[in-house]
């Protein structure tokens, strides 16, 4: 991939879904942010409570919604969180989930200026 590891989107595939769903892509998109953003509260809350099975899980479901929709930098931080959530100590797995809910906002704005224009 020649894409820049600072780019939010991986614009081929975003492309791609634009081209295939025509209108529904607004509708993907929508839902796409109620959902992960609901998954990135639970994901706090499964860390406060310590539940480090369900942080796991919750970080592999919103793996494999924000990576079919090419937002790369959260699938990116989904799999290190993932693979850190047995080990890390609560302060380094609580710095993952504030650079996790950084770049879904940043994923977020870039997928709906995409609405805007299509």
Known sequence: MSMKATEPLDMELVGELQDIMADGFVTLVDSYQRDS???LISMQAAL???DR????QLAHSLKGSSSNL?????TALCIVLEGRVAD???SELQALLKALDEAHVTAIEAL????KGS
């Open 48 to 50: 406060d409570a310590e």
């Open 37 to 39: 953003a609901q998954r």
């Open 70 to 74: 090419g937002a790369v930098q959260v």
């Open 53 to 56: 099975g369900q942080l796991r």
């Open 88 to 90: 890390a100590d609560a």
């Open 112 to 115: 709906t200026e995409l609405c």
